[in-house]
C-alpha cells in the first residue's frame, strides 16, 4: 500500500481536501484489486449515490489520516474499511435492486411497479429517501478524548482511541471522578479487567488500555520495549487528566516506569504482583524468555504449556502431569478465547512483548529511590517466592510505598475470572486517600 504514494507521508500529497480525496478509493482499488468500499466498484446511478458515496469516502479518510505517516496506511485502510463497508454495500444492493424494477420490460411487472408507487404514500417515500441520505462523519475520537467529551454508556463502558503521541491506543473508559489508568498483563486486553474497572467506576473514571499489539490496539505496527508502553500510559493519562496507575503483572512494570519518567503527573500507582528479577531470582524469570523463545519457533502447545505450569498457582495444576497440561493448552489453542471474543491463538504471540518488559525491567533498580509516587504494593498469600522477593526489594527501596497481602487470592485475581471486587475495594480507599485534597 505504501507504493501508492511513492513513500510521501499522505498528509502532504491529499492534504486533508475531500476533493481531493474522492479519488482515492477508486485509485486504490484499481492498483490492488481490494474491495474496501463498494461506492468506488459496480455502483449503478439509480440511486444518484456515487458521488455522494466518494466524498463520504473522502471525509472519513480525512478524519483517519490527521497526523498519520506511511507506517500507518495498513491500519487506516483497515479502519476505513470497517466504518465504510456496511454502508456502501447495503447502497451498492439497493442501487442495482432498485434499477432492475425501474429498468423492468415485463408488461406484468411494469403494472405492478407504477400501481405500487401510486399507492405508496408520499411521506413514506420522502422519508426513505431522507434516510437513505443521512450520514453521520465518524467520530474524531481523538479530540473527543481530549476535550473530555466522552459518552459513557453500556456495561463495557466507551472504546475510544487516544491519539495523544506518537502511537494511537485504544482505551475502555467508565464512570465519573478521578482518572485511573488500569494496565493490564501478559495476553490481557482491556476486556479482561472489566469487572475490576466497574467496581472501580463507581468512585473513579477508569481507562483500561490496550496494550500494544492486542484488542482494539492490535494493528500498532511496532510493538516497541517498556518504554514505548509506558510513554502510551503517560499519553492516555495526561490527555484523560488522570494521575493515579494500576498495572498487574508485567503491566505493573509498565506503571512503574511511567512513574519514574513523569513524577509530576503521577500522584500514585498501585503494582500487583511485578515480575521483577532482583538479585538472587534472575533464574526464576528466565522462563519468560524461554516462552518468547517457543513463539518465535511457532511452537505455541509447548510455550502454552510451559506458561500455565509457572503461573498456575492452583493445587490442581501443580500435581497435573505434563502431558495433561500440554493436552489443556493444545484445547484452549483450539476453542480458547479472550474476554472480549479474540483468539487465544493470536493473544499468545503477544507475550514475547512481557517477555521483554521483564528482561528491560531488571535495568529499572537503581532508579526505584527515584520514584516519589505514592505507591501500593500488592499481592495475594499464594505469590510465588520470586514476586515476594520483588516486593520486598520495592518496599525498601522505595521512598513513598506501603504493603499489602491480600488472603486467598492469586496473581490474576485483579482480573475478571479470579476476585476483583476484593482488589476495587483495596485500590479505592488506596486512591481515595491520594485524591483528597
Known sequence: MKELIDGTPPQQILRHDIYDLAAFPATFV??????????????TPDLGQGAGQAIEDAATLTLLLRGANADDLDRILQQFDRLRHSRTHGLWRQSRLTGRVAQAASPLAVRLRDTGLRAAPSPLIAGAMTKLQQWKAPLDQTQAARKSRIKRSGQKGTDIVIESGATPVSVRVRGHGPGVVLVPGGMQTAADLDRLAAFLATTFTTITIDRRGRGASSNLS???GMDAEAEDVLNVAK???AHHLFGLSSGALIALKAAQIEPNHIDSVALYEPPLATSGYHEAFDWT???AQMLEADQKVAALTRMIEVVGDHWAVKLAPRVLL???AATALRWGRGADGERLETLLPTFRQDARIV??????????PTINARTLLMSGDRAAESLIAALNVLERELPNARRIQLQGVGHLSAANGGNPQRIASTLKAFFKNTSAP
Open 326 to 328: 500440554r493436552l489443556v
Open 222 to 224: 511496532s510493538l516497541g
Open 30 to 43: 484499481h492498483r490492488r484489486g481490494v474491495l474496501l468500499g463498494d461506492a468506488a466498484h459496480a455502483m
Open 289 to 291: 524468555d524461554d516462552v
Open 239 to 241: 490527555t484523560m487528566n
Open 359 to 368: 528482561r528491560e525491567a531488571r535495568a529499572m533498580l537503581p532508579a526505584v
